[in-house]
Antibody, heavy 120, light 111 residues
Framework: QVQLQESGPGLVKPSQTLSLTCNVSGGSINSGAYYWSWIRQYPGKGLEWIGYIYYSGSTYYKPSLESRVSMSVDTSRNHFSLSLSSVTAADTAVYYC????????????WGQGTLVTVSS | QSALTQPASVSGSPGQSITISCTGTSSDVGAYDYVSWYQHHPGKAPKLIIYGVYNRPSGVSNRFSGSKSGNTASLTISGLLAEDEADYYCSSYTGSSPYVVFGGGTTLTVL
């Protein structure tokens, strides 16, 4: 059974960089069949696709976040990571990592999500 | 503003059927058979219940079904159960950046 687990600070100061890692177990991140995704949910509702990364390191970001976002993959540790720079209160959200079948938006496995609050 | 449009809320009584719509454009929902639906209970991870417009992952009840006509996809839940009360989100592949877009979510209340 594939499992994903997000980890990282729950509190980030404004203007700093949010950094999260998603550990994948029960399956290899090297599988060419999947893209490894980050999604966030704002307080109240609303899922937002942040982007995804392929095991080769190819990245695909939401245009409105592209100037601030960076994703990386470490196949030796079977995990992938998200960095979001220059954060503001508007970046406060629950951040999820998920596995996307073929990069088609079919997110079949998700982490439990981690709340990141941006506050001084 | 979400890329895909869903009703904010729907409701139904146990045993009834409900349908949630997801309206996009000819660049996303209308262009690809890559519409997915997710069930989200607060505090839990979203769960994929439909992918590829009408396919159910293993273990998902056949009370959930999906369809698409033009730029609008739909999720139908038949034989409503109390446990179906949750938020439901649709998503679609777009073929270009951003590659995945979500709907704003629909809260289902089982009366």
């Amino acid at each position: 059974q594939v499992q994903l687990q997000e980890s990282g600070p729950g509190l980030v100061k404004p203007s700093q960089t949010l950094s999260l890692t998603c550990n994948v177990s029960g399956g290899s991140i090297n599988s060419g069949a999947y893209y490894w995704s980050w999604i966030r949910q704002y307080p109240g509702k609303g899922l937002e696709w942040i982007g995804y990364i392929y095991y080769s390191g190819s990245t695909y970001y939401k245009p409105s976040l592209e100037s601030r976002v960076s994703m990386s993959v470490d196949t030796s540790r079977n995990h992938f990571s998200l960095s979001l720079s220059s954060v503001t209160a508007a970046d406060t959200a629950v951040y999820y990592c998920a596995r996307d079948k073929g990069g088609t938006g079919s997110l079949d496995y998700w982490g439990q999500g981690t709340l990141v609050t941006v506050s001084s | 503003q979400s890329a895909l449009t869903q009703p904010a809320s729907v409701s139904g009584s146990p045993g009834q059927s409900i349908t949630i719509s997801c309206t996009g454009t000819s660049s996303d929902v209308g262009a690809y058979d890559y519409v997915s639906w997710y069930q989200h209970h607060p505090g839990k991870a979203p769960k994929l219940i439909i992918y590829g417009v009408y396919n159910r992952p293993s273990g998902v009840s056949n009370r959930f079904s999906g369809s698409k006509s033009g730029n609008t996809a739909s999720l139908t839940i038949s034989g409503l159960l109390a446990e179906d009360e949750a938020d439901y989100y649709c998503s679609s592949y777009t073929g270009s950046s951003p590659y995945v877009v979500f709907g704003g979510g629909t809260t289902l209340t089982v009366l």
